[in-house]
Structures are given as structure tokens and as C-alpha cells.
């Protein structure tokens, strides 16, 4: 173009203003997408603060799980304990009742009633 004219003029900045606007709608749409992303890893980030549980309120349940366990131990000891001295009971009956028929039996072979 050797000779600029009001209409060459005209037409050279109608195509500047298409490819300027082509860009910026291009750059327009490349970010949002790009917000699209950011919005989506937002979402997904919120959703796992949501679901996770806070500290101290885990602290809370365990500390009461733990308080359960040891009720359970405490009981299980004394039961445990109950069953030693029912089964010593049983034994000292047992003996009991096995010298008491030996001492019947000697008696008996001796022959004194």
C-alpha cells in the first residue's frame, strides 16, 4: 500500500479492531475457563473442609472412647477376678468333701462306727 486513502485508512483499522476484538474475545474465554477450574478446585476443596472433622472434636470422642474402654477393662478384670475365687470355692469344697470321705473311709476300715 503506497497510497493511503480515507477508505484504505478505514478499511486497515476495521481489520485491526476485528483482530483486536477476535483476541480479547479469545482472552475472555481462556479465562474464564481458567476460572472455571479454580471455582471447580474450590468446590472440591470445600467439600473436604466440610467432611473432615475438627480437632478438638475428635479430641472429645476419643477421650470418651478411651474413658468406655477402661470401664470395660476395669469390669473384665473383676469378673475375672470373681471367677478365681468361685473356682478356689469349688476347690476347697472339693477338698473339703475328699477329706471328709477319706476320714469315712478310715473310719470304716478300722472298723469304728
Do not use: C
Not at 38 to 60: G, I, K, Q, T
Amino acid at each position: 500500500m503506497s497510497s493511503w486513502t480515507l477508505k484504505t485508512l478505514k478499511k486497515y483499522f476495521e481489520q485491526k479492531f476485528k483482530s483486536i476484538d477476535r483476541a480479547v474475545t479469545k482472552a475472555e474465554i481462556a479465562t474464564e475457563k481458567r476460572f472455571e477450574t479454580v471455582n471447580e478446585w474450590r468446590e472440591s476443596y470445600a467439600d473436604l473442609v466440610r467432611s473432615y472433622m475438627p480437632r478438638n472434636e475428635y479430641e472429645s470422642g476419643h477421650e470418651t472412647l478411651e474413658d468406655k474402654i477402661n470401664i470395660i477393662d476395669k469390669k473384665i478384670e473383676k469378673m475375672s477376678n470373681i471367677k478365681q475365687g468361685g473356682s478356689l470355692v469349688i476347690a476347697y469344697v472339693i477338698s473339703a468333701i475328699s477329706l471328709l470321705i477319706a476320714i469315712i473311709s478310715v473310719f470304716l476300715s478300722l472298723g469304728i462306727k
